[in-house]
């Protein structure tokens, strides 16, 4: 994983731990999980936007 071992994996955590505290850990995670569903949200639909406007053209089409 990017050349992280385990025991630089807990250095982080630790230091993690000590500068936002105990009690925010649960927030920070909750927020970095709502941004990565936002993320993948997004990128799957820029797809199905790129075919909206093609079947809104077929619906209005007066022919």
Do not use: H, Y
């Amino acid at each position: 994983m990017f050349g992280i071992g385990m025991p630089e994996l807990i250095i982080i955590l630790v230091i993690i731990l000590i500068i936002f505290g105990a009690g925010k850990l649960p927030e920070i995670g909750a927020g970095m999980g709502k941004a990565i569903r936002n993320f993948k949200s997004a990128t799957s639909e820029s797809g199905k936007k790129e075919d909206e406007p093609e079947k809104l053209e077929d619906k209005n089409d007066p022919s």
